[in-house]
């Protein structure tokens, strides 16, 4: 859930870019869907063209997108949720209240975008859903391997520390990449303020919910080349030259024989080149989009 007042962390951005950012707040306000004992919230552009569904990143909310919602609005029908807080969150309750969202907004095609570890979401859901799916987009993401026992191991201490402990230990560690903070983009000030948005914003319970969604990916998902064989949509696997999960592109591409890449050049954003650096994000997926 947004702040109630997000705008405080923007006071010292260009004029122009301020306008942008207010102006998008003030027009793109997130709908509430209750599902079972869970609100999820969601932006709905409700406006003419096909669906594109927006699946942010880790610790994220919807507001991630705010340059890919401006640019594809016009020509596609934008919904971009919002992860709620899900007690011992799993991926198939994700992709459950996903699909819940599209039923109760008549939605039966669409076209999919996960990012990062909306990524590791839209696996799942292209594998549940594919009878809907025309494109997907995997950006910067991964895919279960026993490399990533980072997420396999760690991280439980989180459940017996007390809220306070747990949200200052987050708040206090959690910084850019190197390689975000360095980049020389029109956009890398804001989005160094959307992370510190980020970080005031967490909550135990909200660190739980991703932590809980990345462990149960890579602990009970296994994927294989030959699970889409039947799958007749398009999609596309994007990664930066300098992004912390290029390691694991190879692996992507494996998985995804069928599937368009792209790599874009170093020293636009790194893992984030959608929030530091959108034009030229969004210049490559509108291509793909609109193929």
Not at 165 to 182: C, G, M, N, V, Y
Not at 207 to 212: E, G, K, M, N
Request: aromatic residues 14%; charged residues 20%.
């Amino acid at each position: 859930m947004l702040l109630d007042n997000p705008m405080r962390f923007y006071a010292h951005l260009p004029e122009l870019q301020l306008n942008f950012v207010q102006d998008f707040f003030e027009t793109h306000l997130q709908k509430a869907l209750q599902i079972d004992q869970t609100t999820w919230r969601y932006f709905d552009s409700e406006t003419e063209g096909p669906v594109l569904l927006l699946l942010h990143g880790g610790f994220a909310d919807f507001s991630m997108w705010i340059h890919q919602i401006t640019a594809f609005e016009t020509g596609f029908h934008v919904i971009a949720p919002t992860c709620p807080v899900l007690v011992n969150a799993t991926v198939q309750a994700y992709v459950d209240g996903l699909v819940s969202i599209l039923n109760a907004e008549g939605v039966d095609r669409l076209n999919l975008m996960g990012y990062s570890e909306g990524g590791l979401i839209a696996q799942c859901f292209l594998r549940a859903q594919r009878r809907r799916i025309d494109k997907a987009i995997l950006a910067h993401t991964f895919f279960p391997t026993p490399d990533n026992r980072y997420y396999k191991s760690n991280f439980n201490v989180f459940r017996i520390l007390p809220a306070p402990l747990t949200e200052w230990l987050f708040r206090s560690f959690a910084q850019p990449d190197k390689e975000e903070s360095e980049a020389d983009a029109v956009w890398k000030d804001w989005y160094l303020l959307y992370f510190d948005s980020l970080k005031a914003r967490l909550t135990k319970p909200v660190i739980l919910t991703h932590i809980d969604l990345m462990m149960d990916f890579v602990r009970h998902y296994e994927f294989h080349p030959d699970d889409l064989k039947d799958w007749d949509g398009n999609l596309l696997l994007t990664v930066s030259a300098d992004d912390i999960v290029l390691k694991y592109y190879e692996g992507m591409k494996s998985l995804y024989p069928m599937a368009e890449t792209h790599v874009f050049n170093p020293g636009l954003g790194a893992h984030s080149i959608a929030l530091i650096s959108p034009d030229t994000f969004n210049q490559r997926i509108g291509e793909f989009l609109k193929d």
